[in-house]
T-cell receptor, first 114, second 109 residues
Framework: DGGITQSPKYLFRKEGQNVTLSCEQN?????MYWYRQDPGQGLRLIYY???????QKGDIAEGYSVSREKKESFPLTVTSAQKNPTAFYLC?????????????FGQGTRLTVV | QQQVKQSPQSLIVQKGGISIINCAYE??????FPWYQQFPGKGPALLIA?????SEKKEGRFTISFNKSAKQFSLHIMDSQPGDSATYFC????????FGTGTRLQVFP
């Protein structure tokens, strides 16, 4: 089955720890995105990548880092510098750079800081 | 400039009624306007989308109305069903998708 796989589904982190969220797609899509979802605030863009070895900051990149070493993988690291990391994180991909086409979403990772 | 404003925040409709969700934008460079549907604990899924050269697009019970001069677009759900209860997001795109804040729709039997 083609699609986007995010793992883990639930993640607990102690304050001060970095944690990495996995996102893998087998759709052969060029572009990949990370969004953060908080109640009442919609989906806010953290980082996006339109091609391997290149990525751009979104609206709320502070405290996060990404890499795009392979076309199918776009992991997100939530660092200890992120002051309020508890949220639902969504990864997406789309076929072409520049958008104008459907974005496919994974099932999300719910991160809780304890 | 990059924002997409969505209203209402929540909507309660009786079964068989019409649900209407509105969005507005400022950036005239946006050239693709999708609507996404999200069920609790799941990722959003594309419902219907429109490009600015078209004023209306209909797919089954779902219709997008687009007013380019007013920079507004809306989603109409005809004959709303309890299974339509979900959160709906409008979005707009240039080189990245920008989402509205979402509308929680509840359809009661």
């Amino acid at each position: 089955d083609g699609g986007i796989t995010q793992s883990p589904k639930y993640l607990f982190r102690k304050e001060g720890q970095n944690v990495t969220l996995s996102c893998e797609q087998n759709l052969n899509h060029d572009a990949m995105y990370w969004y953060r979802q908080d109640p009442g605030q919609g989906l806010r863009l953290i980082y996006y990548s339109q091609i391997v070895n290149d990525f751009q900051k979104g609206d709320i990149a502070e405290g996060y880092s990404v890499s795009r070493e392979k076309k199918e993988s776009f992991p997100l690291t939530v660092t200890s510098a992120q002051k309020n990391p508890t949220a639902f994180y969504l990864c997406a991909s789309s076929p072409w750079r520049g958008g104008n086409t459907e974005a496919f979403f994974g099932q999300g990772t719910r991160l809780t800081v304890v | 400039q990059q924002q997409v404003k969505q209203s209402p925040q929540s909507l309660i409709v009786q079964k068989g009624g019409i649900s209407i969700i509105n969005c507005a934008y400022e950036n005239t460079a946006f050239d693709y306007f999708p609507w996404y549907q999200q069920f609790p604990g799941k990722g959003p899924a594309l419902l219907i989308a429109i490009r600015p050269d078209v004023s209306e697009k209909k797919e089954g019970r779902f219709t997008i109305s687009f007013n380019k001069s007013a920079k507004q677009f809306s989603l109409h759900i005809m004959d709303s069903q309890p299974g339509d209860s979900a959160t709906y997001f409008c979005a707009a795109n240039t080189d990245k998708l920008i989402f509205g804040t979402g509308t929680r729709l509840q359809v009661f039997p």
